[in-house]
């Protein structure tokens, strides 16, 4: 199994909260996303990095800022949480962007009340 | 709405029973993947395809890339309960890294 650890695998907290999920891969790879499940909606991407303090938006970013100040730690930050952001939470690392297999953690469970 | 839409959203077969499930897009790939996801667990990648019109097999399960590189099919023969899971298509863009998922199909093989 690839080593990438998510961090809590569960969370519950009150809707404005500020929130950081971790996410620690021990493969070196350049690539690294945090995607949020919901039903209906398969995955969808919040952000991702390229690269040491290299990261982008994805589809779903709003409300969401990442950091990435070393290569095994990837950050996701709820600055203030709703009840919106209720979903399951995964990170995934790639050695490459394209054509590459990625490998997920075990997901951060999170409940905004 | 969804770069990668896949069809069915759920779908509930007796064992034995062979089944197709479809990825659809607008938009051209560069290769377009395909996890399974267990309960509380992250997908797992079963199969990468590359080529347009490129034809994978893995035992009784066929994966195929569109022509034009903007859809795929999974296709399970005789299907068995291990197989019930959420099949997730996923697809990276030419010069783009980002790799975007589909909507997910909620596969049940009933026994």
């Known amino acids: 199994d690839a080593g990438i650890t998510q961090s809590p695998r569960h969370k519950v907290t009150e809707t404005g909260t500020p929130v950081t999920l971790r996410c620690h891969q021990t493969e070196n790879h350049r690539y690294m996303y945090w995607y949020r499940q919901d039903p209906g909606h398969g995955l969808r991407l919040i952000h991702y990095?390229?690269?040491?303090?290299?990261?982008d938006k994805g589809e779903v970013s709003d409300g969401y800022s990442v950091s990435r100040s070393k290569t095994e730690d990837f950050l996701l930050t709820l600055e203030s949480a709703t009840s919106s952001q209720t979903s399951v939470y995964f990170c995934?690392?790639?050695?490459?962007?394209?054509?590459?297999?990625?490998?997920f953690g075990q997901g951060t469970r999170l409940t905004v009340v | 709405t969804q770069l990668l839409e896949q069809s069915p959203q759920f779908l509930s077969i007796q064992e034995g029973e062979n089944l197709t499930v479809y990825c659809n897009s607008s938009?051209?790939?560069?290769?377009l993947q395909w996890y399974r996801q267990e309960p509380g667990e992250g997908p797992v990648l079963l199969v990468t395809v590359v080529t347009g019109g490129e034809v994978k097999k893995l035992k009784r399960l066929t994966f195929q890339f569109g022509d034009a590189r903007k859809d795929s099919s999974l296709h399970i023969t005789a299907a068995q309960t291990g197989d019930t899971g959420l099949y997730l298509c996923?697809?990276?863009?030419?010069?783009?890294?980002?790799?975007?998922f589909g909507t997910g199909t909620r596969l049940t093989i009933i026994p």
């Open positions: 990095s390229y690269g040491v303090k290299d990261t």
């Open positions: 995934a690392i790639t050695a490459a962007g394209l054509n590459t297999e990625a490998f």
């Open positions: 996923a697809g990276a863009r030419f010069g783009n890294e980002k790799l975007t």
């Open positions: 938009s051209v790939f560069s290769s």
